[in-house]
């Protein structure tokens, strides 16, 4: 059974959601992302970023948009910091400009 973005945004909604049960609450607020120097200028980054190859490639589907929105929100609300992306991963680079300020 193929898996296609619609399942993919779905199932990390769900993990968003479950993230706020109030066991998993608790871990959420006080643990942070492992961080790593860069060796060139010492600054630090998570070692866990977000990628956007397929996921985020919704092309101007409103529902889609607004689910990869929610997702973005959750990985910042996180500590995340570093997105991955690429002209050449179609719609992705605009997803990401529709995403939270």
């Known amino acids: 059974m193929p898996i296609d973005r619609r399942a993919i945004l779905n199932g990390g909604l769900a993990a968003i959601a479950a993230a706020g049960l109030p066991g998993f609450a608790l871990r959420a607020e006080?643990?942070?992302?492992?961080?790593r120097a860069i060796p060139s200028s010492g600054a630090f980054?998570?070692?866990?970023g977000l990628?956007?190859?397929i996921t985020f490639n919704v092309g101007r589907d409103p529902v889609l948009l607004d689910e990869s929105v929610a997702v973005m929100a959750a990985f910042f609300e996180?500590?995340?910091t570093v997105i991955d992306s690429s002209p050449m991963y179609g719609s992705?680079?605009?997803?990401?400009g529709h995403g939270p300020a």
């Open 30 to 35: 006080t643990r942070r992302p492992e961080m």
């Open 92 to 96: 992705s680079q605009d997803t990401v």
């Open 78 to 80: 996180a500590g995340g």
């Open 45 to 48: 980054i998570p070692v866990v």
């Open 51 to 53: 990628g956007t190859w």
